[in-house]
């Protein structure tokens, strides 16, 4: 289930929130802590969905600051107007009286950390007569959300367990495989309760969570910072469409990549995608890893094959894939713009497919380096536009937005014939692309490349062809 925290100033603003909340959710929480003097009879006439009333005092991080006995009383009152629950604080169940047709949640916050007696916590509550237990406290490593999943998997009272804050995110997700009874999701951002709280449109559309079951295959994208990523909205969109029951997260990883990797093998997720920084340290966390990999260094994909894991790199692929829509690349005299590991990618795809590599990098050292190890030309950046080549490729942040007025070569580089490539994908037309076009350049957009490596991905981890219109619509609509 999917329960909208609800406040506001007057009966007739809560209950409107109320009204639009239970087209998204399935329960409204109405925070009476927050909500001072407003009438519970009136709030919950007519109600549109169930309800879970809640009082929460000041110690257990709420907002109800008066006296204790009043505190209670409220919660007496919900359950005479037989709310269908109320969330009660474990030294406060003894001050409630069951009434017909009320639940009993009995929670537990720390807003300060996961307690090490986590499970001491919940077999307490478990045993004061909760109807469902209910803990949410503060996620201050990925990893700990893994604690998380095995005291739902092995509960057996129902339990709601939320880990707060960012790292805690993928256990409002995620708890859902593991059992999780319910997952709180705001009526609009701005609107969260607690911290790391995602809307409930988001769980809903985006991580489709009313279809996560404990059949649901996981995965997700390892990255810091990951929150800008649009792998998971091109992923879930895919797997939708492909009728397929998995779900991919953001996992932002602050550690070491191979700490994570091997902590969350646990839990058996079936892939990854690997961006920024960690795609060369998390090779270590590999059983195999293919040639591409092991010549460029880096990975950008990970699949559980039977429980072994097999690093590749659709960088790759998903670049010259793009390039070859155009024509075969033997060769083809290829400027590349640009020495980091985009640009490391593309060489050794251009190379590989029997280009001529020509690397251009505004710092000498880094841009002649690559050059030595892939065995081809450098030439400083300023120079650039002295070479004529048939393809260009930028590989460089250079016009993405908001500086999207930039250019990483001047306009003189580029004549009529010529196919230029950006790896920039945002935004998808960048000024390079559009001085390209006018002078009769033909164009590949960034948009191109990172649809190719993420449908790639896709068909090594399903083993179905990926509904590449899908992912590309959703890239756009992001872009837009
Ligand atoms: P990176 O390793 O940090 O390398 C950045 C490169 O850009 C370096 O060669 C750097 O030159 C150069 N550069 C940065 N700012 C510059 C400037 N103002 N003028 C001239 N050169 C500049 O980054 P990366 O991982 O290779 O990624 C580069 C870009 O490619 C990013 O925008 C990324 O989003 C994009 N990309 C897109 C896709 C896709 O699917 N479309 C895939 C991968 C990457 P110095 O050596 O002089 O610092």
Request: hydrophobic residues 45%; proline residues 5%; neutral net charge.
């Amino acid at each position: 289930m999917i329960c909208v925290p609800v406040t506001g100033k007057s009966v007739p603003e809560v209950r409107e929130q109320m009204a639009a909340a239970a087209k998204v959710a399935d329960l409204v929480e109405l925070r009476m802590d927050y909500m001072p003097g407003l009438a519970l009879r009136a709030l919950l006439e007519n109600r549109p969905c169930p309800v879970i009333v809640t009082n929460r005092p000041l110690r257990e991080g709420g907002a109800f600051a008066g006296a204790e006995a009043d505190r209670v009383a409220l919660l007496n009152e919900a359950v005479t107007l037989h709310a269908e629950y109320v969330d009660i604080e474990a030294d406060s169940i003894v001050r409630i009286k069951r009434g017909p047709g009320t639940k009993f949640i009995v929670s537990h916050h720390d807003f300060e950390r996961l307690p090490d007696n986590l499970e001491e916590i919940h077999s307490r509550i478990a045993d004061s007569g909760a109807d469902i237990v209910k803990i949410a406290c503060m996620v201050r490593d990925i990893r700990e959300n893994l604690r998380i999943f095995s005291l739902l998997r092995n509960s057996a009272r129902p339990t709601i367990l939320i880990g707060m804050g960012e790292l805690g995110l993928v256990s409002r997700i995620l708890g859902r495989k593991f059992g999780n009874v319910l997952t709180f999701g705001s009526l609009a951002h701005g609107k969260e309760s607690a911290p790391g709280q995602i809307t409930a449109q988001e769980l809903r559309e985006l991580y489709r969570y009313k279809k996560i079951g404990p059949g649901t295959d996981i995965y997700g994208v390892i990255a810091n910072p990951v929150s800008h990523s649009m792998s998971p909205a091109i992923h879930n969109a895919a797997f939708e469409a492909a009728g397929i029951d998995a779900v991919y997260v953001p996992f932002k990883v602050e550690g070491d990549p191979v700490d994570f990797v091997r902590a969350y093998h646990t839990i058996g997720v079936r892939g990854y995608s690997v961006t920024l920084p960690h795609k060369e340290r998390i090779i270590a966390a590999m059983d195999e890893t293919d040639n591409l990999v092991k010549r460029i260094g880096a990975l950008n994909t990970v699949v559980n094959r039977h429980g072994k894991l097999c690093g590749t790199n659709t960088d790759v692929s998903g670049a010259i894939g793009a390039l070859e829509e155009l024509g075969p690349l033997r060769g083809k005299k290829a400027l590349l713009i640009g020495a980091g590991g985009a640009a490391r990618a593309v060489a050794y795809g251009l190379i590989d497919r029997g280009a001529q590599v020509i690397i251009a990098n505004r710092t000498l050292e880094r841009g002649a380096k690559l050059a030595a190890e892939i065995g081809c030309e450098f030439c400083p950046l300023a120079e650039a536009d002295s070479i004529r080549a048939d393809v260009l490729i930028n590989t460089t942040s250079v016009g993405m937005k908001p500086h999207t007025d930039e250019m990483p070569v001047r306009a003189n580089a580029l004549r009529a014939g010529m196919i230029v490539f950006d790896a920039v994908y945002n935004p998808p037309e960048t000024r390079l692309l559009r001085e390209a076009a006018a002078l009769g350049c033909r164009t590949i957009s960034g948009v191109e490349w990172f649809v190719r490596q993420a449908a790639a991905q896709f068909e090594l981890w399903t083993g179905t062809p990926a509904p590449r219109a899908v992912m590309e619509r959703v890239v756009y609509g992001k872009l837009v």
